[in-house]
């Protein structure tokens, strides 16, 4: 079964810079996506980046410069790089894995993880 675990949250003040990280396993398409969500407290879930298996990134217009997608295909890891963090980006962090789509930020994804908490001070 696919299982994926996200870590590298925390609180950090307004300007600063997180990594996150989630380690997939049981996950063997060799064509997919990979992708970052988030969810603020009252409010939906929300695309922030993507990757797919050819390495084409998507970003989400207000992280477009600030966040950084990456993946280690050898130790089956993506990574979320936050730079310049504001409070606006506090909510719960989800990576999510599914087969390759041609538009990795619009595809219904069947693999979530549990999430990681980012909370931005002002």
């Known amino acids: 079964q696919v299982q994926l675990v996200e870590s590298g949250g925390g609180s950090v003040q307004a300007g600063g810079s997180l990594r996150l990280s989630c380690g997939a396993s049981g996950f063997l398409f060799r064509i997919y996506c990979l992708g970052w969500f988030r969810q603020a407290p009252g409010k939906e879930r929300e695309g922030v980046a993507t990757i797919d298996s050819g390495g084409r990134r998507s970003y989400v217009d207000f992280v477009k410069g600030r966040f950084t997608i990456s993946q280690d295909n050898a130790k089956n890891t993506v990574y979320l790089e936050m730079n310049v963090l504001k409070p606006e980006d506090t909510g719960m962090y989800y990576c999510?894995?599914?087969?390759?789509?041609?538009?990795?930020?619009?595809?219904?994804?069947?693999?979530w993880g549990k999430g990681t908490q980012v909370t931005v001070s002002s």
């Open positions: 999510a894995a599914g087969p390759w789509s041609s538009d990795c930020l619009l595809v219904g994804y069947a693999y």
